[in-house]
């Protein structure tokens, strides 16, 4: 009888070792990358906050309040268009922060149709709607007034849905199209060029040293803005780059528009905030 070859038991045995060692490094990569996405989107932060105006306080208001006499009230949905166009509150004007805050022309509209009535501002959760309410009561006076909580306080309240038309489950519409915008991971990136959402501008960001970031916060620019900055990009794979809930949601706005356009984002770089 042959006797056990313990070298080759050895030699295969350190092999399955290595083996099993790199896949565990790699599988940590994996779930390291995954933890810090899921973290960043957990994060209650906000750049948001960066630009309230602490000088100017709109009230707050309940929107049973509103519900209780809506003939009082001029709603003003500073949402974007894709998400106005997936529901809305019944008889509410539709005015993107972006075009508040850049268009004389929209302010003016907006205190002309909202005359003699009180105006209420309205987004997703309280935040857009307070920067657009600060900048309109500090141009032309008196007080305007936030619905709390926004979207997110009528979804979950029965009472008050009866005053809202279109979709209470989707808060942008949803096509299969969206599944192939995929997060992108720093190392994998293969363009020279990505599209900054964020706020606040980025020089330089680690691990894509040698890259160059055009910034273009859509949150913050008007429509004219942003046809005149999506007429300027060329024929490179588009990347985006966001690094917080407000700018990473706007991944999907600027999807929107390089479609309306036959352009594609092909992916985005997600920072922690």
């Avoid at 989707?170 to 199209?177: A, E, G, N, S, Y």
Wanted: aromatic share 10%; proline share 2%; with cysteine.
């Amino acid at each position: 009888m042959n006797k056990p070859n313990w070298k080759s038991y050895k030699l295969y045995a350190s092999l399955f070792l290595v083996l099993i060692s790199v896949a565990a490094v790699l599988f940590l990569i994996e779930v390291k990358d995954a933890w810090e996405l899921i973290k960043s989107e957990r994060s209650e932060k906000t750049e948001l906050a960066q630009i309230n105006k602490r000088d100017v306080l709109p009230g707050v208001i309940q929107f049973s309040m509103i519900a209780a006499d809506t003939g009082k009230y001029a709603v003003i949905d500073v949402r974007e268009k894709e998400e106005f166009s997936q529901g809305r509150i019944k008889g509410a004007l539709n005015y993107r922060l972006g075009d508040i805050l850049n268009e004389e022309a929209i302010r003016q509209e907006i205190f002309r149709k909202s005359e003699g009535k009180e105006r209420v501002f309205f987004c997703h959760d309280g935040k857009r709607s307070r920067i657009a309410a600060q900048t309109i009561q500090q141009e032309f006076g008196g007080v305007n007034t936030i619905i709390e909580k926004g979207f997110q306080q009528i979804r979950k309240d029965e009472k008050n849905q009866k005053f809202w038309e279109g979709s209470l489950k989707h808060v942008l519409p949803q096509d299969h199209r969206y599944i192939k915008t995929p997060w992108i991971k720093r190392r994998d990136v293969r363009v020279n060029t990505l599209i900054d959402l964020s706020l606040e501008k980025h020089e330089s960001v680690k691990g894509l040293e040698g890259k160059t970031f055009r910034h273009a916060p859509l949150l913050m620019m008007s429509s004219r803005q942003i046809d005149e900055f999506i007429s300027t990009l060329g024929e490179e794979p588009i990347v985006a780059l966001c690094n917080s809930k407000v700018s990473c949601f706007y991944t999907r706005i600027l999807r929107y528009r390089l479609e309306e356009r036959g352009l594609a984002l092909a992916g985005y770089v997600r920072l922690l905030e």
